[in-house]
């Protein structure tokens, strides 16, 4: 479909700083412009990437981390866990070892600090990855348990499976929101980032936000303006100095509210979005490859 | 018996803390000998866990219960595992809580907040 040269398994991130700016649709309406695609969503404490795909599932699988256990018979209160655990999982109350799992990151390094190996690691669930088909595009999606604080083990899982599958696609991932750790895991594998923002300040300082991290990671980005309408734009106030570049602006219309609001697949049902997308689709490609071609 | 109470500042005329688990310090009172001594929390600037470890603190100082305006859920359950109970205060100062306390108008602390680490943690 395309003469622009390109690595076959192209993994493409699409985030925003906030819920609700379309990073949604702009995922789910590429992987399906793309055809031939992986969609992976991300966005494990709310996915909803699946709601627009329906797919047939053909595999599940269960998420553990490892949470420590003590066996109380051998330790003796040196405390050195405590001391150790950034995130304050453990107390020692009454000459006994309490365990936080809650606020517990699984790192286990309680486990190497004990002089008398104490502690041990048992397996806890916090979720599931399931993958499926629709149409031609394979989709991924995480779920975390409701209750269980960090998705991160998750992601790192769907990213996982999306590296063991056999053939080559492109990917496109839907982050969730905001520039935290789960962020981070999210767009750590990606080529290139696609950062969806709002016509609005807050829409702007939202974006500034995520702009910084992918500037972090030293990944190639570009903005696509969703809910766009005609006249004064307070978002689009970039200084001299910022390098990105706004690659494609969503209207601000009905046909595609509608139809998105009905759990729809715009470019499947609209010829219009699919010539949309799909030229959307080329300039990522372009950017992507002028990418390689100035880095190397 | 010793008593803990949050405190904003290291001396006896400090405001209550309206945090336990951020509390800047720890009002350590013995109510036999009137002695006051306070305690730095070293919790306080903590990235996560922080009531935790400040309960850690008051279970070690030895003290019997503590007084706070409110209390989050991982640190009460650290202080119930160390037999302290929790009291509401409601009195800005310090020592007007110490008087309520020791003329047994204070009544236990029934709501506790499911804390707001999880809520923003990352």
């Known amino acids: 479909m395309t003469n622009i040269a390109f690595k076959k398994d192209l993994k493409i991130a699409v985030l925003s700083g906030k819920g609700g700016a379309g990073k949604t649709l702009l995922s789910v309406n590429l992987a399906a412009a793309a055809s031939q695609s992986n969609y992976i969503d991300c966005d494990v404490e709310e996915p909803n990437g699946h709601l627009f795909f ?36 453990l107390a020692y109350i009454n000459n006994r070892l309490k365990i936080y799992e809650d606020i517990c990151h699984s790192c286990g390094g309680c486990i190497l600090v004990c002089p008398l190996m104490a502690l041990t690691e048992k397996d806890k ?53 905001g520039s935290s750790c789960i962020v981070m895991e999210s767009i750590k594998d990606a080529d290139f980032c696609l950062i969806v923002m709002e016509p609005t300040i807050f829409g702007r300082h939202n974006f500034d936000m995520v702009y910084d991290l992918v500037k972090l990671f030293n990944k190639p980005s570009a903005v696509v303006i969703n809910k766009s309408i005609d006249g004064y734009n307070p978002s689009e106030n970039f200084t001299d100095k910022d390098e990105i570049k706004v690659l494609e602006k969503i209207p601000f219309d009905k046909e595609l509210g509608l139809l998105s609001s009905n759990a729809e697949i715009v470019v499947r049902k609209s010829a219009k979005y699919r010539n949309f997308f799909s030229s959307l689709l080329e300039k990522i490609y372009m950017e992507v490859s002028n990418e390689t071609v100035t880095r190397t | 018996m010793k008593i803990a109470i949050p405190a904003d500042n290291n001396n006896i005329d400090s405001k209550v803390s309206q945090s336990f688990g951020r509390a800047p310090f720890f009002l350590i009172y013995d109510t036999e000998t009137e002695k006051s001594e306070f305690l730095n929390n070293t919790a306080a600037s903590l990235q996560g866990g922080a009531g935790i470890k ?63 680490h999880d809520k923003y943690r990352v």
């Open chain 2, 54 to 116: 400040a309960a850690q603190l008051i279970v070690d100082s030895k003290a019997s219960a503590l007084l706070a305006p409110r209390c989050g859920q991982n640190a009460a359950d650290v202080l119930k595992s160390g037999n302290i109970s929790i009291y509401k205060i409601e009195a800005t100062s310090l020592m007007e809580n110490i008087t309520a306390f020791k003329e047994n108008r204070l009544a236990l602390l029934q709501d506790i907040h499911t804390g707001f």
């Open chain 1, 125 to 177: 669930l916090i979720g599931k990855v399931s993958l499926g088909n629709s149409e031609d595009v394979r989709v991924l999606s995480g779920m975390i348990n409701i209750g269980d604080s960090s998705g991160t083990p998750i992601i790192k899982e769907l990213l996982s499976q999306s590296r063991s599958l056999s053939d080559k696609r492109p990917t496109f991932i839907d982050c969730p929101p």
């Open chain 1, 54 to 89: 329906n797919p047939t599932w053909y595999m599940e699988k269960d998420v553990f981390v490892k949470i420590p256990v003590v066996d109380e018979s051998i330790c003796d209160g040196c405390r050195k866990c405590l001391d150790f655990c950034r995130f304050n999982a």
